[in-house]
């Protein structure tokens, strides 16, 4: 069995990406591991080159600047790497997405259990999104988010959207994967770094969803002072983070202060979002008995 990995990496020192780590995190498990780059020239090859791993080769195509299709650059650019990708499972990491040393036993174990059994597409994880510092993650209510990083390597499985998961072309139809779900998290530090790094990359991203009109006023209210916000959805992170980020949180030059008065207990969440779901239901119900009713006056006129 061989697990590919790979990564879009373009201008990933410009905009403080822990790309290195990303790639040493999932390194040990990979048979090769392959780097979208695009044409810039910013050091972020230099950067991926120096890990000194011959797993590790390069694709650089060109990216078009003025495609702005709801970020669809970005699968577009995903399922170019993946079409480079030799090994019976590809393991797809976005560059500010790391693995724990601790989990990649329990990946290996599951690829292996499952290479011959065709009817499994890939494998989700667990999404844990930091926010503002390393100590703080996006509890979203209790709700917990999802994302495919593992797939079969088939030509029909093919990333999607923005390149945040993947889909499988059957039969001139787009079905979902059938995917295994792992006890493992993917750490996800996209809203974790300088903030006047994070302004610029939000900028940027953003450019290829929009217009550039739209994104010309955006861009104006964005600053460093303000990228990051209290948010009632944050909670205290208690875990360990993966030991290839020990230099780069070490080395934090900023710093963020949620509103702890904001934050409701993870307890009163649960009651709130248990609440509010019970109330949607409630609501559901009676607009169909008023449906139900509106349409028996009309059929007994």
């Known amino acids: 069995m061989k697990i590919s990995g790979c990564t879009i990496a373009r201008k990933a020192k410009t905009f403080d990406y822990p790309v290195v780590e990303s790639i040493n995190s999932i390194l040990p498990i990979c048979d090769e591991f392959v780097v979208n780059i695009g044409q810039d020239n910013d050091g972020t090859k230099e950067e991926i080159e120096s890990i000194g791993s011959n797993k590790i080769r390069f694709i650089r195509p060109v990216w078009d600047e003025n495609k702005r299709d709801s970020g669809k650059i970005y699968s577009c650019h995903t399922n170019l790497v993946l079409d480079e990708c ?59 988010k999802n994302c495919t990083r593992i797939i079969r390597n088939k030509k029909n499985i093919r990333s999607w959207g923005d390149a945040w998961d993947f889909k499988k072309n059957e039969l001139d139809s787009e079905l979902p994967l059938n995917l295994i779900k792992l006890p493992v998290n ?13 302004a610029e990359k939000m900028n940027l991203q953003d450019s290829f969803y929009n217009s550039a009109v739209k994104m010309k006023a955006q861009f104006a209210k964005r600053t460093a002072r303000n990228i990051y916000k209290s948010r009632l959805d944050l909670a205290c992170f208690t875990g360990s983070h993966p030991s290839v980020m020990k230099n780069r949180i070490e080395s934090i030059n ?30 559901g119900r009676h607009l169909i008995h008023i449906k139900l009713f509106l349409y028996s006056l009309k059929s007994n006129k």
């Not at 008065?261 to 979002?273: A, E, M, V």
Request: with cysteine; proline share 4%.
């Open 86 to 144: 030799k090994g019976d499972w590809i393991f797809y990491m976005q560059a500010d997405e790391l693995l724990h040393e601790n989990d990649l036993k329990t990946i290996q174990e599951y690829a292996e259990k499952y290479k011959d059994d065709v009817g499994v597409d890939g494998f989700s994880f667990n999404v844990l999104d930091f926010y503002g510092s390393f100590k703080y993650i996006i509890d979203d209510f209790g709700v917990k």
């Open 186 to 198: 993917i750490y996800h530090y996209g809203w974790c770094r300088n903030p006047e790094k994070m």
């Open 254 to 283: 900023w710093s963020f202060h949620p509103n702890y008065l904001s934050f409701p207990p993870r307890w009163l969440k649960k009651i709130l979002l248990k609440s509010a779901g019970k109330l949607f239901y409630k609501l």
